[in-house]
């Protein structure tokens, strides 16, 4: 009898044992799905290619390197902010904070949004010319037009350089589209500095069509002044020079934005929701750190090579692997390396 109840009871404790084992089990599996709360992580594109460029980073290191599908969502940059703080998009690489300081502000005071990184701040905006203009180019037989030309101020002196072509007797200032809130600043700064009796200040239709007045001066050789920002492929691939203003001071740029363009940082953002959901992938964003010339760089290939922002990253990630491996684990790196062979 004593014999039976000791079988009895051996077969009741492996019962409870293998009950215990199976509830251990799937504890564990539960805990390892929750600690992976979303599948898909969603970026911005607000419509430029450096953003393009380093949603393509992002998204080749958070697939290979963390095992999240990625999307991306195409907007205004209202639009996309806006889908930012409701979690509609779950980071977004290019915040130029300046250029909507009051939404980025709002955003960030709000708590629905969480700036987690710089991406780069050497980002420079304002009116530029050929560098050729001013220290000629002997290579190309091209004499300097405008040798003492070091400030938006000296444009005053040299107007007949750059003559406007419709309107002879005055020169032409190529300036922003109107429907860009920086017009209006680059048409105060030109009466801010006494310049509008010498000369026109013109608004183009587009990116595009400041692009192409560019292009086709520096082609041939000729006097070009206008608006522009760095990082662009254009300032990459064209040796230009930004005409000096004196250094930023709210104050005074309040009264008739007689200084520099503000400082901009152009950081990484996230919807504050994103640390609890992918903590890993945040510690990721985080360390993510550029420039200008490294953007740059990119942005170049593309124009160049006629290349995909896709491409472009895996160009760049190759050229620049001592950089970007520093923002993984070696564990992470390894992964995205083996990937992008």
């Known amino acids: 009898m004593k014999k039976v109840l000791f079988i009895i009871s051996s077969l009741v404790l492996m019962i409870l044992a293998a009950c215990g084992s199976e509830g251990a089990s799937s504890s564990g599996s539960s805990s390892e799905s929750k600690e992976k709360k979303i599948d898909k992580i969603v970026l911005a594109d607000a ?56 939404l980025y502000t709002e955003s960030i005071e709000s708590g629905d949004i969480e700036k987690v990184a710089v991406n780069f701040d050497d980002n420079k905006q304002g009116l530029w010319v050929p560098t050729y203009v001013i220290e000629g180019d002997e290579e190309r037989g091209i004499k300097a037009a405008a040798p003492d030309l070091k400030t938006v101020k000296d444009l005053e002196q040299y107007k007949d350089v750059f003559e406007d072509p419709e309107k002879p007797g005055k020169g032409r200032i190529i300036g922003a589209p109107s429907g860009w809130a920086l017009s209006e600043y680059l048409a105060t700064k030109v009466e801010t500095y006494g310049l509008q009796e010498e000369y026109n200040y013109f608004r183009p239709g587009s990116d595009a069509a400041i692009v192409t007045s560019l292009a086709s001066a520096y082609e041939a050789g000729e006097p070009w002044v206008g608006y522009y920002w760095s990082p662009t492929w254009v300032t990459a691939k064209y040796d230009m020079t930004l005409l000096k203003e004196p250094e930023f001071n709210e104050e005074q740029w309040e009264k008739n934005r007689g200084t520099e363009f503000p400082p901009n940082d152009v950081v990484v953002a996230v919807n504050s929701n994103l640390p609890d959901q992918a903590p890993k992938v945040v510690d990721f964003l985080s360390n993510y750190e550029t420039s200008s010339e490294l953007t740059g760089e990119a942005l170049k290939y593309m124009k160049d090579e006629e290349a995909s922002a896709d491409e472009a990253a895996i160009w760049w990630m190759k050229k620049h692997e001592d950089l970007w491996t520093e923002w993984l684990s070696k564990e992470v790196a390894t992964k995205v390396k083996d990937a992008i062979k």
Request: hydrophobic share 30%; glycine share 10%.
């Open 47 to 102: 419509g430029w290619d450096s953003i393009r460029f380093h949603n393509s980073v992002a998204q080749t290191i958070i697939e290979n390197g963390y095992g999240y599908e990625t999307d991306v969502t195409n907007g205004s940059t209202a639009a996309t902010i806006q889908g930012l703080r409701q979690g509609d998009i779950n980071a977004y690489m290019e915040v130029w904070t300046d250029n909507i300081k009051e």
